[in-house]
């Protein structure tokens, strides 16, 4: 597996650079830059909106200082995550596109269809269950290990651990 790295939750403003404080309203974003994948957190009085080229933008709210953060799964932003890669061919963003696919299909957002073959590798046929449409997604063949290290990474960018 390639190994990649996205930055977490930052609790610093991107475009301020000021500390994100406790109690506060923060957007995030998710970018491509220079072939990798990364976050950028900003306070909401500093946010310019998602820029061209956005994978996928959320909002949230810094936690109280000893206080958990409790995840919010948002569908619709794995969804835009999810189709934004479908035409990665770099290692690292398949296997986060197929880990995706895999909580999307927790979630009962995709549901599998079928299995294809080709070129020696297999693609999984999953459907939308809202839009109907049909995607493919490769089968990069991870271990349990690979998944489990893959959506670890999945769930830090969206501060979620």
């Known amino acids: 597996m390639t190994a990649y790295q996205i930055q977490g939750p ?3 403003c991107a475009r301020s650079g000021r500390e994100l404080k406790p109690g506060e309203k923060f957007f995030s ?3 491509e830059t220079a072939g990798e994948l990364a976050r950028q957190d900003y306070a909401a ?3 310019p909106g998602p820029p061209e080229g956005a994978i996928a933008w959320w909002c949230g709210r810094i936690p109280a200082a000893g206080q958990p953060q409790r995840p919010v799964i948002n569908d619709e932003w794995l969804v835009d995550c999810f189709s934004h890669l479908t035409d990665a061919t770099e290692p690292g963003k398949r296997n986060f596109r197929y880990v995706v696919a895999l909580l999307l299909m927790r979630r009962k957002r995709l549901k599998f269809e079928d299995v294809r073959k080709r070129d020696g590798e297999e693609y999984l046929l999953l459907r939308d269950a809202r839009t109907r449409a049909v995607h ?3 089968d990069p063949r991870l271990n349990e ?3 489990t290290t893959v959506q670890d990474e ?3 960018v969206l501060g979620w651990n």
């Open 10 to 12: 930052a609790r610093l």
């Open 29 to 31: 974003v998710l970018l």
């Open 45 to 47: 009085d500093a946010w």
């Open 136 to 138: 493919e997604v490769l």
């Open 145 to 147: 290990a690979e998944i």
């Open 154 to 156: 999945v769930f830090r």
